[in-house]
């Protein structure tokens, strides 16, 4: 697809969440980068008026920053109420973040803040756009899945179960979803080089950098569907495929065991 027809399908606005680091920020300047103007979510403010700053300077387009906690509902209504006044075409999902170690040394406050961020933002965002999407007839709408969303996943049961909830809701969207207009994707990515690793205490070395999961992304969202950027996520998907699903839990539970910190 041209820059210009991504622009017409997908602009002229795009609300990008988690866009202060990761994948968010790098799917933030690819959409610069291709002429659409930003709203961009996230808790840092700082790093999101740098970022707006930069991208509308380099490319001419115009950056709104909304700083907010998403794992908190109730401050869902004031990214709408910022969204509002806007055409919003396109929403990218990508705040979120996951955890590891045995289920019961958990913390359950953590564990609840990450199923209302995980799961119960892209929900409400999707709500809410959604509908104005289908009245355009047309737009699209990126989830951020990931590789552990196909089985679960023992070293990291809860962020498995958040992303499988994520798949399972893009897939079901997508059918739904495609023949008025909107495009919808979910990215399930292996390891990324971010700031989530640190976050969830897992060593991610040869991780993919954002910007491959970003480019792929945006390249495969008139597709729809499931896409798996990046070379491990590709391979691990092909191997586990096939496998029983007891196998691939077992499985997954073992590459999990080799990316965590030792305490």
Not at 37 to 51: E, G, T
Not at 73 to 83: F, S, Y
Not at 195 to 203: H, L
């Amino acid at each position: 697809m041209k820059p210009v027809d991504f622009a017409v399908r997908y602009g002229p606005w795009a609300l990008v969440t988690g866009a202060s680091d990761g994948i968010g920020e790098a799917v933030a300047r690819e959409l610069a980068a291709r002429g659409l103007n930003l709203v961009l979510c996230a808790r840092r403010a700082q790093r999101l008026d740098s970022l707006g700053a930069e991208l509308s300077a380099r490319h001419g387009i115009a950056c709104r920053s909304v700083a907010l906690d998403l794992a908190d509902p109730a401050q869902q209504d004031r990214l709408h109420e910022a969204c509002a006044p806007l055409d919003i075409g396109l929403l990218v999902a990508a705040a979120g973040f996951g955890s590891t170690g045995p289920w019961l040394a958990g913390d359950a406050a953590g564990q609840a803040s990450m199923l209302a961020l995980n799961c119960g933002a892209v929900l409400a965002q999707c709500a809410w756009l959604a509908p104005r999407l289908a009245a355009r007839g047309r737009g699209g709408l990126v989830l951020l899945s990931s590789i552990v969303a196909f089985q679960g996943c023992p070293g990291s049961a809860h962020y498995a179960a958040t992303k499988a909830w994520v798949q399972t809701f893009a897939e079901g969207l997508h059918a739904e979803l495609t023949p008025l207009g909107i495009d919808v994707l979910a990215i399930a990515p292996g390891p990324v080089a971010s700031g989530f690793g640190a976050r969830a205490g897992m060593r991610l070395d040869g991780a993919t950098p954002p910007a491959v999961i970003a480019s792929a992304a945006l390249r495969a969202l008139p597709r729809g569907g499931t896409s798996r950027p990046g070379t491990r996520a590709r391979l691990l998907g092909w191997s586990l495929a096939t496998a029983p699903r007891g196998l691939r839990v077992r499985l997954m539970g073992r590459i999990m065991a080799g990316l965590t910190m030792p305490e």
